[in-house]
């Protein structure tokens, strides 16, 4: 049997936030399995247990730069050890000019962008220079620069959640009411063809061992997992969700009465999966004055 440790209890508390005998448990049940004792801990406690997959850990900000006629367009992530940083007008300035030199550029990824021109030095140079103005690590994390079937719009949430969309037909309004949309509800992907497989499945497993624990007999688990994973794609397709703006509307209704389409759509969350550092500073006073 695999070994619990206390590191294990503590990032399975972290990510689900249930009780630390719980999680040891649910470990133990689990043989170390990290993914599927979060599993258990949902079946025990509800989506409470889910609650990390949202959380934020890094700091940072989004820039966007698209083109006069939204035909080219980018979004970038660019991180920061605080936000302190990430609200300085050098590091925002430099976010957003980088936004406009990927959307110009057709570098395939981040070792690609970081060589690119930028203030008559390349991106890296730039970068450097600004960490040993700042006096902060500064990382470009990831960017989209989509492939343009119509028109690009975006919206930028605090300058922590930013959204670019190309939206085919419709008009100006309705390409910002649904990038809004999009940073308010989350989306995973358009339509249910665009969520990974491994989350169905996750859902239908969680759905039958709740129904099994309710006393569900085995002839109705099937019928009450394929319920529970067409609600859960409901809730996580931008296609199937009520707009935020008119309960009475899907977003697929609200394109279809303007005679629109999504081609398609990206949302960064900045810090998402980025685990931070936690800092005891009582604990480093307290070393530094035993010296």
């Keep these: ?3 619990i440790t206390a590191a294990m209890v503590k990032e399975l508390r972290e990510r689900t936030d249930a009780p630390m005998m719980d999680c040891k448990k649910a470990l ?32 940072g900000t989004v820039g966007i730069s698209i083109s006069a006629d939204g035909k080219t367009g980018a979004l970038v992530e660019v991180n920061s050890e605080t936000d302190f940083c990430a609200k300085n007008e050098d590091f925002v300035k430099f976010v957003n000019e980088l936004a406009g030199v990927i959307a110009a550029s057709d570098a395939a990824d ?36 989509p492939a343009v079937q ?17 939206l085919v037909g419709g008009d100006d309004v309705l390409a910002k009411d649904i990038a809004m949309h999009i940073a308010a509800a989350k989306p995973k992907a358009l339509d249910a063809s665009g969520i990974d497989a491994s989350l169905i499945e996750a859902e239908r497993r969680v759905a039958i061992e709740k129904a099994k ?3 569900k007999p085995d002839a109705m688990l099937e019928k009450i997992a394929d319920g529970t994973v067409q609600k859960f794609l409901k809730e996580v397709t931008l296609l199937s969700q009520t707009f935020v703006k008119d309960d009475k509307l899907t977003i697929e209704q609200l394109l279809k009465s303007k005679g629109a389409s999504v081609a398609s759509f990206t949302m960064y969350t900045v810090g998402e999966g980025i685990e931070k550092a936690v800092v005891d500073y009582a604990a480093e006073v307290a070393a530094a004055a035993k010296v």
Excluded: C, W
């Excluded at 119509?150 to 190309?166: N, T």
């Design 28 to 59: 133990t049940e689990a043989e170390g399995d990290m993914t599927r004792a979060e599993e258990i801990l949902r079946v025990r406690f509800g989506n409470k247990a889910s609650k990390a997959a949202g959380r934020v850990a890094a700091e």
């Design 150 to 166: 119509g028109k690009l719009a975006s919206y930028v949430h605090g300058s922590k959640i930013g959204v670019i969309l190309d």
């Design 213 to 215: 624990e309710a006393g």
């Design 110 to 145: 981040v070792e690609a962008v970081s060589a690119s021109p930028m203030r008559g030095a390349t991106v890296e140079e730039t970068r450097a220079q600004l960490v040993g103005k700042i006096g902060e690590n500064i990382t470009i994390r990831r960017f989209v620069r």
């Design 1 to 3: 049997m695999a070994e």
